[in-house]
């Protein structure tokens, strides 16, 4: 499987994103999927996720109400749409698996929120 992560970029607090993941190879067999994200000196953590209908969703408290997750199978892509983005958001964004593959993941696309 490969992921390619992008739409990241520098907002200010209380702006938008919407980022994309472009999934290739066997992705037939990956039932859920999911958007995680590391800030500088923080672990890596799973902030939304999808099932491979699109029919079941679920958030981190930290981005309940803020973010939402979608898919579009026809196009092997995956979304996140960041509203009222704060700056504690601020991270690399990667998609991946759930629970993650470890040799799929990609260089993620970088989110910066500050004014």
């Known amino acids: 499987v490969q992921l390619l992560e992008s739409g990241g970029g520098l907002v200010q607090p209380g702006g938008s994103l919407r980022l994309s993941c472009a999934a290739s190879?066997?992705?037939?067999?990956?039932?859920?999927m999911g958007w995680y994200r590391q800030a500088p000196g923080k672990q890596r953590e799973l902030v939304a996720a999808i099932t491979s209908g699109g029919g079941s969703t679920n958030y981190a408290d930290s981005v309940k109400g803020r973010f939402t997750i979608s898919r579009d199978n026809a196009k092997n892509t995956m979304y996140l749409q960041m509203n009222s983005l704060k700056p504690e958001d601020t991270a690399v964004y990667y998609c991946n698996a759930v629970p993650f593959l470890g040799d799929a993941w990609g260089q993620g696309t970088l989110v910066t929120v500050s004014s």
């Open positions: 190879g066997i992705t037939g067999s990956i039932n859920y």
